[in-house]
């Protein structure tokens, strides 16, 4: 379980179809040593991350009267990985679906909650991960 942040631009295309980009950080790893300091013995912890670039998604929605709006996605990119403990980095392949939905809380403004699965190929292994989130989005 990690936190994640995230920055998202996007363009609405049609009501039903958006396509956006996103950056997103995330813990992905954990390791963990044993180092010797002047004699003793002292166990390090250090946490590898992934720095997901998600190159394009389309955002489908469901258009409907009203300020509740849901969506599905679907979009594919790519990720660097750095391990625990690691001076070299990693290049990952992303996939991404997702479901959510939006409330409209002022004409530019939404606040939603989203569930997102990813798929991320990395060193010819295959991983998966779940994201749950809040979100908010201001619109123009």
Not at 22 to 36: C, E, I, L, N, Y
């Amino acid at each position: 379980m990690a936190v994640v942040g995230e920055l998202t631009l996007g363009w609405r295309i049609l009501p039903f179809l958006a396509l956006h980009t996103s950056v997103s950080s995330f813990a992905h790893d954990a390791g963990q040593r044993t180092v010797t300091v002047e004699g003793q013995d002292i166990d390090e912890v250090a946490v590898g991350r992934v720095t997901a670039f998600d190159l394009a998604t389309a955002r489908f929605f469901l258009p409907r009267p009203g300020r509740f709006e849901p969506w599905a996605e679907i979009g594919g990119g790519v990720g660097v990985r750095r391990g625990p403990f690691a001076d070299t980095r990693e290049a990952a392949g992303l996939a991404r679906f997702g479901v959510g939905a939006d409330l409209w809380l002022a004409p530019t403004f939404t606040a939603g909650a989203s569930a997102a699965y990813r798929l991320m190929v990395l060193d010819n292994t295959v991983g998966h991960g779940l994201r749950v989130g809040l979100d908010l989005g201001i619109h123009w």
